[in-house]
């Protein structure tokens, strides 16, 4: 799978995505990613000054993203893309709520994912519709009831779910949650914390070896 991610900001992916299952993964060559900063598309005058944003129609709040930097970015990472998998996706807190099906789907259908990452009041509403009219598709999606400052905490949290379900990603140690019968209670060892005076044990029936009794309680606290 192959992420390219437009943003204005991208050193803020670095840590994130070079550590833990994610960095693995890019180390062994299971996922990539490429970056397209809009600003680097605007030609720039003496000041080097390059503004991606500008006042909205009509009036209003805020300022909009402009389209062509971003139209453009989108341009280069299509030139880098081989095939005809590939989904664009563009970050709007009304849309549809991003889901693990969605991710299921995602990883299976596409080889290439295009994030854009918004800023201020969104971007110009004709980047849509330029994309559509080149024949690709573009989806919007939002992680949850909030509003963020932009589009690179969402853009993360897809790239991490989407990656859990490409097959050598996740490790020895890890698996697939939600494929699985899981609880939201989980205890590890010692068998008695002592802390603060007091002791907390683990529930016995964990300590039982009965695996019918032991998958009745974890259906009962699943998640």
């Not at 994030?115 to 949850?144: A, P, Q, T, W």
Request: aromatic share 10%; hydrophobic share 35%.
């Amino acid at each position: 799978m192959h992420f390219h991610i437009i943003t204005i900001f991208p050193e803020m992916f670095d840590s994130y995505l070079k550590e833990s299952i994610l960095g693995r993964a890019t180390r062994n060559k299971i996922i990539s990613f490429n970056f397209y900063n809009p600003r680097d598309f605007i030609k720039a005058p003496k000041n080097n000054y390059r503004p991606v944003d500008d006042k909205p129609y009509g009036g209003g709040p805020g300022m909009v993203m402009r389209a062509e930097p971003i139209l453009k970015a989108v341009e280069a990472s299509l030139k880098k893309i081989k095939g005809k998998k590939v989904l664009i996706i563009n970050f709007i807190p009304s849309a549809p709520k991003f889901t693990t099906p969605f991710a299921k789907i995602f990883s299976k259908k596409y080889t290439d994912i295009i994030l854009i990452c918004g800023r201020y009041e969104g971007i110009d509403s004709r980047v849509e519709k330029v994309i559509k009219n080149l024949k690709f598709k573009i989806i919007n999606l939002s992680i949850g009831d909030y509003v963020l400052t932009g589009g690179e905490l969402p853009a993360m949290v897809l790239v991490d779910s989407i990656s859990r379900q490409i097959p050598g990603v996740l490790g020895k140690y890890e698996s697939l949650e939600e494929e699985r019968v899981s609880s939201s209670e989980v205890y590890t060892r010692p068998e008695i914390l002592k802390y603060g005076g007091k002791n907390y044990k683990v529930p016995k029936v964990l300590l039982s070896g009965n695996h019918k009794k032991i998958e009745e309680w974890k259906n009962l606290t699943k998640k």
